[in-house]
């Protein structure tokens, strides 16, 4: 059974930093390419960042270019999400992602790993950016 745990979020100020984290468990973790979403309340759920399978290919949404960092530890099974510059606009429940939709947002093939068939999703954890 694969799961995908989300930590770290939490509430912070304009300007703040903030890590998230996502362990992952019961899939091929070092195949698999990973990313991360977000929702805001009211608004559809939004790419924010993938990784290729070792780390090596990185792909931003444009509203976090230069402010966010994704990265892989795969000794841990872990991925994170260093979040620098936290704008208000940035809140939202941030969603860890392994599947298709990663494949299809990012136009990445199985060289920057798998994607399997089904989309996999972590519970979330809130981020709460204030002015």
């Known amino acids: 059974q694969v799961q995908l745990v989300e930590s770290g979020g939490g509430s912070v100020q304009a300007g703040g930093s903030l890590k998230l984290s996502c362990a992952a468990s019961g899939l091929p973790f070092n195949n698999y390419a990973m990313g991360w979403f977000r929702q805001a309340p009211g608004k559809e759920r939004q790419f924010v960042a993938a990784i290729s399978w070792n780390g090596g290919t990185t792909y931003y949404g444009d509203s976090v270019k230069g402010r966010f960092t994704i990265s892989r530890d795969n000794a841990k099974n872990m991925l994170y999400l260093k979040m620098n510059s936290l704008k208000p606009e940035d809140t939202a429940v941030y969603y860890c992602?392994?599947?298709?939709?990663?494949?299809?947002?990012?136009?990445?093939?199985?060289?920057?790993?798998?994607?399997?068939?089904?989309?996999?999703w972590g519970q979330g954890t809130q981020v709460t950016v204030s002015s």
């Open positions: 992602n392994a599947g298709p939709l990663l494949s299809r947002t990012t136009g990445w093939g199985i060289h920057n790993g798998l994607h399997g068939t089904v989309d996999y």
